[in-house]
């Protein structure tokens, strides 16, 4: 199969373009519900945690997320054709985060029932996957003309994520920095969607203008048929 070849639906790449987009909306949702809750210092997974006045609207929010970045990963991988590595594990993030619609964080995201150190674990495994298919996506960009003019951002954005995450642990966790805990998980979170937003706008043009080709052979060959 060429490298150029593209074998994704519009749908995928749709789905990927409502990633951010869901769940920012979701989240402002469920945090103006949540008495005296702050962006600030309080984890998004504390808006479905045991303590949340009504979780339901972050657990949907994971749950329809976590469905829309396993469409995502399939278009990335119909789109591709030639790997599937780097697709996988953003597939498997989308299965985590689908997850944490029944796994409740515990009061402050701690680690003190057995759900709750399953959403943290399983939550920091999910974000490793992310990071990781964000760099073995990159290393493919590079042979396909289609994608090779996001390969340097690619690249630069798997730093970014990466780095953010490690800032967030490192500082919010680590050195026990609470007051920064929301923002610094929301720079991580908001880093990770630029790279899910424009990966995903680059695969609809892709497959909207191998659709537009697919029809314009179609056409020709009919009217070669009538003549």
């Avoid at 949907?60 to 594990?89: D, E, Q």
């Avoid at 610094?184 to 909207?208: G, H, K, N, P, T």
Wanted: hydrophobic share 50%.
């Amino acid at each position: 199969m060429a490298a150029t070849k593209i074998t994704c639906s519009d749908t995928w790449a749709l789905c990927g373009i409502a990633v951010p987009i869901v769940f920012a909306t979701l989240v402002t949702v469920a945090g103006y519900f949540y008495q005296d809750y702050s962006h600030v210092t309080q984890a998004v997974s504390e808006l479905g945690g045991v303590e949340a006045q009504y979780p339901v609207l972050q657990n949907v929010n994971f749950a329809v997320i976590g469905l829309l970045l396993i469409a995502f990963s399939i278009g990335l991988y119909r789109g591709f054709g030639v790997t599937y590595h780097g697709p996988v594990f953003i597939g498997v993030f989308g299965v985590v985060s689908a997850l944490h619609a029944v796994l409740p964080c515990d009061p402050g995201c701690d680690f003190q029932t057995l759900t709750g150190t399953l959403h943290n674990a399983t939550g920091l495994a999910g974000f490793l996957a992310a990071i990781a298919g964000i760099f073995l996506v990159s290393r493919y960009l590079n042979t396909d003309s289609q994608w090779r003019s996001l390969s340097r951002f690619s690249w630069m954005a798997g730093v970014v994520v990466l780095v953010s995450l490690v800032l967030w642990i490192g500082v919010a966790k680590a050195a026990d920095v609470g007051s920064l805990n929301g923002v610094l998980q929301r720079v991580f979170i908001l880093s990770w969607f630029v790279w899910v937003e424009v990966m995903a706008i680059r695969l609809f043009r892709i497959s909207r203008g191998q659709s537009f080709i697919s029809e314009a052979r179609s056409v020709i060959k009919t009217g070669a048929r009538v003549n």
